[in-house]
Structure formats: C-alpha cells, structure tokens
C-alpha cells in the first residue's frame, strides 16, 4: 500500500484581530467589538497579481446583530455555515485586498442572554454572567473582557490573566498578543 498526504497550503490572508467582550446586565447580553486588519501576504510574480475579496472568521453560534464596517468602503458579511456551536462568516472587503496590502474592518455583534434553558450557555444578569470567550484571526491577536464593578470572575476552562481595574470600578482581563488564537 502506498500512501500520500497533501501538503497543507500556506496562509496568505492574515487576519489579525482585536477582540473587545463588554458585559451588558442591563441589556442582558454581552457586546463585542473585533478589530481586524486583513493582510495579503502572498507576493505577486511577473505574471500573476494576486488578491482577496473575503476571509472567513467563526463565531459562537448564538452570536447575533452582526454589523461590519471599514472607512470609505462597503464591506459585507454573509453565514456560510450555521453549526450547533459555531457559524462562520464570510467577511467581504468592498475592495480588492492585493499583495502586501492590508485594511482594517470592524465587526459587532451580540451574545444575548434569550431566558432559557436554565443550563444555557449565556446567562448575563445583575447577579450571574456566563458566557464564551473567543479569540479570533491568525497569531498576534489579541481579546479582552470587561464586566462592570461587584462581580467576583473566575473561569470555568482554561486561565485567565491579571485583570486591570478602571476608575469607574470595571474589571479588564487582557490576553494577547497570541501565538494560535484558536487554542
């Protein structure tokens, strides 16, 4: 028998994200802010110009109120893949992103506590918050939760840094930049 296993293909989209979780009681949901810079690292030949048009990102699948924005331009989001726990979006440019060439985009969106099951997976109320923590993009991204003052935090998987408090009492945990923020 004889057997042979492709070469993985480089990476040449670079989507290097800020992620920013802010914990919402009043509004019963967790708003999230993902900077992202897309970045083409593929190098153009004498007869080849290369460019991308979309990257893919995954979030939570109770992720929702998806917005997308770039200065001076129309990007676009579109699902391509709705799973149990994950969904994937397709994140249009407005533009053609060529070699060595980056932009930067905003993404926005909503964990909302929806009140049931009991045992769901985001729970955010004055006394009790719950949710999941993701990074997003390709290494050097970065994420960072803030709750409001009076909760005492701990994490139910995997650490969490030092926090930082602000004048205004609320507690910033902040991780990155990241080797593989997929771990």
């Known amino acids: 028998i004889e057997a042979t296993k492709p070469k993985p293909q480089p990476n040449y989209l670079d ?4 992620a920013a979780y802010v914990v919402q ?3 019963k949901r967790v708003h999230v802010t993902v900077g992202i810079v897309a970045t083409n690292t593929r190098l153009d030949t004498r007869t080849s110009r290369f460019f991308f048009t979309a990257g893919l ?4 699948a109770s992720a929702s109120n998806f917005r997308l924005s770039a200065a001076g331009l129309k990007p676009t989001l579109k699902v391509v893949k709705r799973a149990a726990t994950y969904l994937v979006l397709s994140v249009g440019f407005g533009q053609k992103l060529y070699s060595r060439k980056s932009e930067a985009l905003t993404l926005t969106f909503d964990l909302k506590d929806l009140g049931a099951p009991p045992n769901r997976e985001i729970r955010v109320s004055q006394v009790f918050v719950t949710f999941p923590v993701w990074a997003y993009g390709t290494a050097g ?3 960072s939760v803030t709750f409001p003052s009076g909760y005492t935090i701990r994490a139910v998987a ?3 840094p030092v926090p930082t408090t602000g004048t205004d009492g609320t507690t910033v945990y902040r991780a990155g930049p990241l080797s593989n923020p997929a771990t």
Not at 15 to 18: I, P, Q, R
């Open 15 to 18: 989507l290097v994200t800020d």
């Open 57 to 60: 990102i995954s979030l939570p």
């Open 141 to 143: 991204s970065r994420v």
């Open 158 to 160: 995997g650490s969490i």
């Open 25 to 27: 009681p009043g509004s």
